[in-house]
């Protein structure tokens, strides 16, 4: 991130949120950050993006099998992003549907933003797609800036972490090498710490454990039977 914010500026880019007035009437640079799998996570990127005065996109699920955004905990991570001067989106996933509604994606992806923006106590503006279908990329949406529209990912360069890996080398090596008009970069805040600890693997095992043992404390804290006999 630090590395990312240091070519940015030396290059005279202007960091933006999609939720933006004309964002892209400047050499811009779209940081954006799909939370697929631990609001955690997200909650500790924004925190350091806040100290590098850097403000982003976090695009979140209301239909994560991962986690619940109206668990408290989870629900405060949200609003706390918000609060440090990020922008909020919906993360939208078809594959949580059997069939789209009888007019397409559109009600049910306007449905799910009206649940988040109750969710976190503001309007939502913006959404982007788990792993799009090619309908999705060129969709224009009434009151919502999709992040695959055209203007968005066609009309800028796109680098991405999928699956932890850079296919055209990391955002911070990229810009000073080949810089464009502009860019879209996504960063998945679960693929990163702040001491490096194996591949995607080992960090897929330790959000099991993880959840695991937060499973086993909330048995425990909520159903006396689950205790041990001495202990309830």
Not at 98 to 105: D, M, T, V
Not at 145 to 151: H, N
């Amino acid at each position: 991130e630090a590395a990312v914010r240091r070519q940015a500026r030396a290059l005279d880019f202007a960091f933006a949120r999609f939720g933006e007035r004309n964002p892209l009437k400047r050499r811009v640079l779209l940081l954006r950050h799909d939370v697929d799998l631990d609001m955690f996570k997200a909650v500790a990127m924004a925190r350091i993006e806040a100290e590098l005065g850097v403000r982003s996109t976090y695009f979140l699920r209301v239909s994560a099998p991962f986690y619940n955004l109206f668990e408290p905990t989870a629900r405060d991570a949200a609003r706390e992003i918000l609060a440090l001067g990020h922008e909020v989106g919906l993360h939208f996933d078809t594959q949580a549907y059997r069939e789209p509604a009888g007019n397409g994606w559109e009600s049910l992806i306007e449905s799910e933003a009206r649940v988040l923006g109750e969710c976190v106590a503001r309007e939502i503006r913006c959404v982007s797609f788990h792993r799009p279908t090619p309908d999705l990329l060129n969709m224009e949406l009434e009151g919502l800036i999709s992040a695959y529209s055209p203007r968005y990912f066609s009309a800028l360069k796109y680098l991405s972490d999928s699956g932890m890996r850079w296919r055209e080398g990391c955002a911070c090596t990229h810009l000073p090498r080949n810089p464009f008009p502009g860019y879209q970069v996504l960063i998945h805040p679960f693929w990163w710490n702040d001491v490096p600890c194996g591949g995607v693997s080992e960090l897929l095992q330790s959000l099991e454990l993880e959840r695991r043992q937060a499973l086993r404390t909330h048995l425990l804290a909520n159903i006396s039977t689950y205790r041990p006999a001495d202990d309830r």
